[in-house]
T-cell receptor, first 110, second 113 residues
Framework: GESVGLHLPTLSVQEGDNSIINCAYS??????FIWYKQESGKGPQFIID?????DKRQGQRVTVLLNKTVKHLSLQIAATQPGDSAVYFC?????????FGAGTRLTVKP | KAGVTQTPRYLIKTRGQQVTLSCSPI?????VSWYQQTPGQGLQFLFE???????NKGNFPGRFSGRQFSNSRSEMNVSTLELGDSALYLC????????????FGPGTRLTVL
């Protein structure tokens, strides 16, 4: 995992709006990426994954976009709901090693 | 399928004591990884076990150890506890490699007084 500071990046959205959470990765050799959601007091929960041979993958209300050129990954949540409030972090697989990002705290305002 | 389970969920210990945490992976998963999560450091990799062997180890002192049993269940042990060991300890299981999708348990919240 990566060492990160005490303060996570935060994103505050209105209920019903779309959310976009970003993640920059460092290794161009990374070939597999995962987004996790972690609610307060719980373990991380798998949301969606994408392999490096894809640019986009859709799930239920979530879409992951991968831009290998700039080594950027994003998670889009459609029609954000209060239950989406959590910390979201990405993970990348490089040479059989999974590394986790620091996370972004998403707050949904009713 | 049942998810990853961890016991106990909460634990309070004092400095100098030792603690053992338990993790039962998803049925059929053979790789178990352990992480320490703190607000200041995020998710820090401790070690990974596969087929009862430690396959990978993070940068933690020798006070942190683990093992895996033949049924893939895993335990981690922390000896001579320090205040800084207070954290959420997460276990994650995956099919064959830690690089496969990891599914996390709810964690054990350890508080060292």
């Amino acid at each position: 995992g990566e060492s990160v500071g005490l303060h996570l990046p935060t994103l505050s959205v209105q209920e019903g709006d779309n959310s976009i959470i970003n993640c920059a990765y460092s290794n161009s050799a990374s070939d597999y990426f995962i987004w996790y959601k972690q609610e307060s007091g719980k373990g991380p929960q798998f949301i969606i994954d994408i392999r490096s041979n894809m640019d986009k993958r859709q799930g239920q209300r979530v879409t992951v976009l991968l831009n290998k050129t700039v080594k950027h990954l994003s998670l889009q949540i459609a029609a954000t709901q209060p239950g989406d409030s959590a910390v979201y972090f990405c993970a990348e697989n490089t040479n059989n090693d999974m590394r986790f990002g620091a996370g972004t705290r998403l707050t949904v305002k009713p | 399928k049942a998810g990853v389970t961890q016991t106990p969920r909460y634990l309070i210990k004092t400095r100098g004591q030792q603690v053992t945490l338990s993790c039962s992976p998803i049925s059929g998963h053979r790789s178990v990884s352990w992480y320490q999560q703190t607000p200041g450091q995020g998710l820090q990799f401790l070690f990974e076990y596969f087929s009862e062997t430690q396959r990978n180890k993070g940068n933690f002192p020798g006070r942190f150890s683990g093992r895996q049993f033949s049924n893939s269940r895993s335990e981690m042990n922390v000896s001579t506890l320090e205040l800084g060991d207070s954290a959420l300890y997460l276990c994650a299981s995956s099919l064959d490699r830690s690089a496969d999708t990891q599914y996390f348990g709810p964690g054990t919240r350890l508080t060292v007084l």
